[in-house]
């Protein structure tokens, strides 16, 4: 009985020697944990007080704008708009699409959740408990809020305090940096699916869009004016560089002792032959329209330097109006070009660079009217998918005009209104499933408006106005200043909350509904 007692002795103090080590490695663990989550939120307060001395500083310079204090060229509104908000074109316009009021919601909750995550979890860290948490709806938009125990707040050290206040809007901060990142990183991510940055694809096309009868969701634009598109940026790059130099065109042939000085003009090498076809028009000094199937095209002359100097431009205006044919302009996009308006092409001082029996023609526009020749594919057509051609890189120039699974085409007119009437994405999905295009263009939306919408919260929370997590932190940041009494740092603080919260209101009323002041 002895041996056994001892036995069972034995056993007891073994299991205190194992657990022992267990019950210390738990506490190392927490001791860790919770040093860390102390460092990770004192770095918040750092930011936050950075924070909401840049946005005082804002908000003093719209003051001295709206009283003429300050002159500069400098336009905060913009700002704004596009930085903190993210939403210039819906809060100017008021555009806003159903598609775009989801992803504004979508943004605003996970925002909002993030803020009030890290309240929470830093409270948590200093022991403070939490009474209560509510979600509500502001007219559309979800908010959220977590009431923390006021009693156990005013026991803490002010250095923790400011740690809790101080967590929404870091962890707001830290939101935009993962929404950016990812922003970038994600056409890696999406590698295995999509073909990044090739051809932007047709997602859809605006009810007015007057690109609507030759371009269809899925299809691939290729180069316009023989100049490759990769992406929906370089897309309106290139069509605001159109835009401006046909404006600087039209405002050069305003005065007709003067040839435009800067070029600019898009030719085709179009044999003498193709001229004398009798279903081609030779349009006399009276005649100035082409028959709806035709296009009205003019002679370029042969000009360079020395030629604009020697003032011979008006006898070249006058040769211009009398060489003015009616062509078929699907047959003449598949010439060889001339002039020196195409970017893929450098000519060097002359624009005669067609051979001897071909004449150098370009369109004849109106003042306002751009021509632009947009090279597409169809690699999701049926037609194409019957031939098995699934790749743009066939379909990569005017030559291509006659394939079933692209084409080159013509459009004259507003290339800004155009430009915009196209909803595109810079992503392909490999395995020809067209709806698979959408979902990379959801998520650049939902992250791109996360990050704006988070930004703006902690902007916004930054600011020293009442009811918001600028209030606490400047409470809090009062108490350092030593040399106040009690009563000065209430006063203090009331009077730069009253200001602040009345600066507030004039900046962000200036800025969402440009009242003049």
Not at 29 to 51: D, E, K, V
Not at 285 to 309: G, I, K, M, T, W
Not at 368 to 392: A, D, F, H, K, R
Not at 490 to 496: E, F, T
């Amino acid at each position: 009985m002895m041996m056994e007692g001892g036995g069972r002795r034995g056993r007891r103090s073994r299991r205190l020697q194992t657990l022992l080590p267990v019950r210390a490695t738990h506490r190392l663990r927490n001791t860790i944990s919770f040093w860390c989550l102390r460092g990770w939120f004192s770095m918040g307060i750092g930011f936050s007080l950075m924070a909401l001395l840049a946005v005082s500083l804002i908000v003093l310079w719209e003051l001295a704008r709206t009283l003429n204090l300050y002159r500069g060229n400098i336009e905060l509104k913009n700002f704004w708009n596009e930085l903190l908000f993210g939403l210039s074109p819906w809060v100017s316009g008021l555009g806003m699409s159903l598609m775009d009021a989801v992803y504004l919601i979508i943004s605003t909750l996970i925002s909002v959740v993030v803020h009030e995550f890290g309240h929470a979890i830093a409270a948590a860290s200093e022991g403070v408990k939490i009474e209560y948490i509510a979600l509500f709806l502001a007219v559309l938009f979800p908010g959220a809020l977590i009431a923390f125990n006021y009693e156990w707040l005013q026991s803490l050290p002010p250095f923790a305090a400011l740690r809790i206040y101080c967590a929404g809007i870091w962890h707001n901060a830290v939101c935009c940096a993962v929404c950016g990142l990812a922003m970038f990183l994600l056409p890696l991510i999406l590698y295995p699916l999509y073909i990044h940055g090739k051809s932007p694809m047709v997602l859809g096309l605006s009810s007015a869009s007057p690109l609507s009868g030759f371009l269809s969701p899925g299809d691939l634009i290729v180069s316009l004016d023989g100049l490759g598109i990769h992406d929906p940026e370089e897309w309106m790059e290139r069509i605001a560089l159109i835009h401006k130099d046909s404006f600087l065109n039209s405002n050069y042939s305003k005065d007709s002792r003067s040839l435009p000085v800067h070029g600019r003009r898009k030719g085709y090498c179009v044999a003498g032959s193709l001229l004398e076809d009798v279903n081609n028009i030779l349009l006399k000094d009276d005649q100035f329209d082409c028959p709806n199937e035709l296009a009205a095209f003019v002679n370029v002359p042969c000009f360079n330097s020395s030629f604009l100097d020697d003032g011979s431009s008006g006898n070249s205006l006058h040769h211009e109006r009398e060489s003015r044919h009616c062509l078929t302009a699907k047959d003449v996009v598949k010439l060889e070009k001339c002039g020196d308006g195409w970017p893929a092409i450098e000519t060097g001082t002359s624009s005669c660079d067609c051979s001897q029996n071909e004449s150098c023609l370009m369109p004849s526009q109106m003042s306002g009217m751009t021509w632009v020749e947009i090279t597409y594919s169809s690699p999701y057509s049926p037609e194409c998918l019957q031939q098995g051609g699934n790749s743009s890189a066939n379909h990569g120039g005017p030559e291509s005009s006659a394939s079933n699974c692209g084409g080159t085409f013509v459009f004259v007119g507003d290339v800004l209104s155009m430009g915009h009437s196209v909803q595109l994405t810079a992503y392909q999905f490999r395995w020809g499933f067209i709806l698979g295009a959408y979902l990379p263009q959801m998520l650049e939306k939902i992250l791109a408006c996360t990050f704006n919408v988070s930004l703006a919260i902690a902007l916004l929370n930054s600011l020293p106005v009442f009811a918001l997590d600028g209030e606490s932190i400047l409470e809090v940041t009062l108490f350092f200043v030593t040399f106040l009494g009690p009563r000065r740092r209430g006063r203090v603080l009331q009077v730069c909350l009253w200001v602040g919260t009345l600066l507030s209101i004039l900046a962000i009323s200036r800025i969402l509904f440009s009242i003049p002041f």
